[in-house]
């Protein structure tokens, strides 16, 4: 079965300081890959998607970049945080199948910027 | 108009209650349809897919109304661990990324 690891799972970072989010799928192949941001009280928002190695889309112009180094690897990075980067933080995966891209969410990172 | 809309919440309902979701998409060549649900600071997951012919889990019963541009959600019977909060979600092409999340509509369900 497929499984998706995300961590860290919270951390308190100031602000200027730099931030890596790592997220890891394991159990299939060639998966979509996204990030998401959830701040607090909002919806779900988009920040990057990857269909494949090295193939970075970004959603929103912002203070964070993505990178895919390997198939079932999506990191999340940001050279200088800014408070308004504080919110919860989701990896997910999809792959094409009947029905359409079902997303799977990996367990979150909260990041408070202060 | 947003490409996703729930109805704004919270519900308040009493255990054993029937519930409503409601869900409006904006962009009619939308594919697949989910209902998922997040607790309080987890993760969203999975709770159904919405197929037009509409689709039954248990105490859940999913609808979509392609010509209408609606999806809605219904539970039966509420428990205290349906407390959660309801997300409507879109996808729009086969490619799989112009997946839409409605902002979600938090249900309390009180003894």
């Known amino acids: 079965s497929q499984t998706i690891h995300q961590w860290p799972a919270t951390l308190v970072q100031p602000v200027g300081s730099p931030l890596s989010l790592e997220c890891t799928v394991e159990g299939t192949s060639n998966p979509n890959l996204y990030w998401y941001r959830q701040a607090a009280g909002r919806g779900l928002q988009l920040l990057f998607y990857s269909v494949g190695i090295g193939q970075i889309s970004s959603e929103v112009p912002q203070n964070l970049s993505a990178s895919r180094p390997q198939d079932r690897q999506f990191i999340l990075s940001s050279k200088k945080l800014l408070l308004s980067d504080s919110g919860f933080y989701l990896c997910a995966w999809s792959v094409q199948g009947q029905g359409g891209n079902t997303i799977y969410f990996g367990e979150g990172s909260w990041l408070t910027v202060v | ?111």
């Open chain 2, 1 to 111: 108009r947003k490409e996703v809309e729930q109805d704004p919440g919270p519900f308040n309902v009493p255990e054993g209650a029937t519930v409503a979701f409601n869900c409006t998409y904006s962009n009619s060549a939308s594919q697949s349809f989910f209902w998922y649900r997040q607790d309080c600071r987890k993760e969203p997951k999975l709770l159904m897919s919405v197929y037009s012919s509409g689709n039954e889990d248990g105490r859940f019963t999913a609808q979509l109304n392609r010509a209408s541009q609606y999806i809605s959600l219904l539970i039966r019977d509420s428990k205290l661990s349906d407390s959660a909060t309801y997300l409507c979600v879109v996808i729009g092409n086969t490619g799989g990324f112009k997946t839409i999340f409605g902002a979600g509509t938090r249900l309390f369900v009180k003894a």
